[in-house]
């Protein structure tokens, strides 16, 4: 116990500098994947020609093929067409594409869910279909959304993992590297665990005061 106690007191920069990494990856995902995701959402639910299909054919792609395809697709295989991007920044970029695609799903079935009365009501006031949607619609999808969508951005958590592949200094690699110094990998990748684990349950904390400040809102 004494020696996991020592390699903890060790180890532990290393760790928490990896999942300050993590964690800017994962946030830097979370707000670019809902901001496309979004719009993936609304070019669907509008049905916009041409680009509904293109939207259509996005999130198939991506929800049809693994995250780790993807970063190595945008990082070791656009280059050869002279699209280079650093590993921060190509892993950043695969996280955002894959995760966008999955909440746009969960916005889409949020939007469906908004009774047709409520279309409506809105028409009935002179509101255009975009401002339906925005000041009538978008508003009670979100809370049907919160669910699905904290779902998508905790998974994303552990999803950054993945980018250690591509050298990008996280979380996972951090442990990699500490191990490969210390030859102790039980105790570090249960640390890794426990931190990916400390870090999840921050953001369910966040997501329970999300819908409990939604449902006051009712």
């Known amino acids: 116990m004494q020696?996991?106690?020592?390699?903890?007191?060790?180890?532990?920069?290393?760790?928490?500098?990896?999942?300050?990494?993590?964690?800017?990856?994962?946030?830097?995902?979370?707000?670019?994947?809902?901001?496309?995701?979004?719009?993936?959402?609304?070019?669907?639910?509008?049905?916009?020609?041409?680009?509904?299909?293109?939207?259509?054919?996005?999130?198939?792609?991506?929800?049809?093929?693994?995250?780790?395809?993807?970063?190595?697709?945008?990082?070791?295989?656009?280059?050869?067409?002279?699209?280079?991007?650093?590993?921060?920044?190509?892993?950043?970029?695969?996280?955002?594409?894959?995760?966008?695609?999955?909440?746009?799903?969960?916005?889409?079935?949020?939007?469906?869910?908004?009774?047709?009365?409520?279309?409506h009501a809105g028409y009935s006031l002179g509101l255009t279909w975009w401002q339906t949607m925005r000041h009538v619609v978008v508003p009670q999808a979100l809370r049907l959304a919160v669910p699905s969508l904290s779902n998508s951005l905790i998974s994303l958590i552990k999803d950054t993992s993945l980018v250690s592949v591509i050298t990008v200094t996280e979380l996972m690699l951090a442990t990699k590297e500490v191990i490969a110094q210390t030859f102790q990998p039980l105790p570090l990748y249960l640390a890794a665990a426990a931190l990916y684990w400390a870090m999840s349950a921050a953001f369910e904390w966040v997501q329970r005061q999300v819908e409990a400040r939604l449902a006051q809102r009712r």
């Open 3 to 119: 020696t996991w106690i020592d390699l903890f007191h060790l180890a532990w920069p290393f760790l928490l500098k990896g999942a300050g990494y993590t964690l800017a990856f994962a946030l830097a995902a979370m707000v670019l994947g809902l901001a496309l995701g979004f719009v993936v959402a609304l070019l669907r639910v509008a049905q916009v020609p041409v680009l509904a299909q293109v939207a259509t054919f996005y999130v198939s792609a991506m929800r049809g093929t693994p995250l780790l395809v993807q970063i190595f697709v945008i990082y070791y295989g656009l280059p050869s067409v002279g699209i280079e991007f650093s590993p921060a920044t190509a892993g950043v970029l695969a996280l955002t594409l894959n995760v966008a695609a999955y909440l746009s799903e969960s916005m889409r079935g949020a939007i469906a869910g908004v009774s047709r009365d409520q279309w």
